[in-house]
């Protein structure tokens, strides 16, 4: 099996500045930082911050956005794939969320009209950048109408740019997959990303996902790229963290 490349999502790290975090995630065992984008203008506002740190190196490979600007004007979207290149990250990830969050009945097809439009716009400033535009199902308490692997890759096809790829979030996939490994597997040729959390949304171990089955399922597929820890903690994080990572290194 590959020798996983594994990220952190920088809010768990403990530390005021990105370099701290960094210190603590290679302590911890993890490989990179995954940033967390919260809004156009106040990541812009950190680039110099974060240039600096990739620099002097810091290892930040993916960047997720919380908030994706997919209706009316596409520039807001634009400044922040071509801020996460800036970075030297190769990966954006798209969660596809409602902020409503009003529990709904599970689409059968993905949105062909504005969230096409708009991915397209995002997607082919990503494909000039040389960035994996990574669409994140999520389950049907926070989103609609992309819920499955399956729809993310129907939509992906959609947009119709080779930068569009697909992000497995395990926790979203325990609520909406009836056979996980299987739709990773399904998914295979579409991955481009992958965020870690137990079934109960806390740090990998805390749960009761079958880890093993997940990592022999990307295996299989010849997934080789990067996977986050993007969870909640069910303790502090300079016990919790490590021991999620010793139960994905087992895992895999």
Request: aromatic fraction near 6%; include cysteine; charged fraction near 20%.
């Amino acid at each position: 099996m590959p020798q996983w490349k594994i990220a952190c999502r920088e809010q768990l790290l403990p530390g005021a500045s990105i370099e701290q975090k960094w210190e603590f995630a290679q302590s911890a065992g993890f490989d990179g930082i995954e940033l967390r984008a919260g809004g156009g203008e106040a990541f812009e506002a950190r680039l110099g911050v974060l240039e600096r740190a990739a620099g002097r190196g810091v290892v930040l490979p993916s960047v997720c956005l919380d908030a994706v600007p997919l209706v009316g004007d596409p520039e807001p979207g634009v400044r922040q794939v071509a801020a996460v290149a800036a970075l030297g990250a190769r990966t954006v990830v798209v969660p596809m969320s409602d902020p409503r969050r009003v529990p709904r009945q599970r689409s059968s097809t993905p949105d062909r009209g504005t969230t096409v439009d708009g991915l397209r716009h995002l997607a082919g400033r990503a494909a000039r950048e040389g960035v994996a535009l990574c669409v994140q199902p999520v389950n049907r308490y926070e989103g609609r109408p992309v819920n499955t692997l399956d729809q993310a890759a129907r939509l992906c096809r959609a947009v119709g740019s080779p930068s569009a790829r697909v992000a497995a979030a395990t926790f979203h996939m325990n609520i909406e997959e009836a056979d996980p490994a299987g739709a990773l597997r399904a998914a295979g040729p579409w991955l481009g990303h992958v965020e870690l959390a137990d079934s109960t949304g806390f740090e990998p171990g805390a749960g009761h996902l079958d880890w093993p089955a997940v990592f022999a399922a990307l295996a299989t597929v010849g997934y080789d790229g990067w996977a986050s820890v993007a969870c909640r903690l069910s303790g502090p994080a300079g016990s919790c963290l490590p021991a999620a990572v010793g139960v994905l290194r087992r895992a895999g």
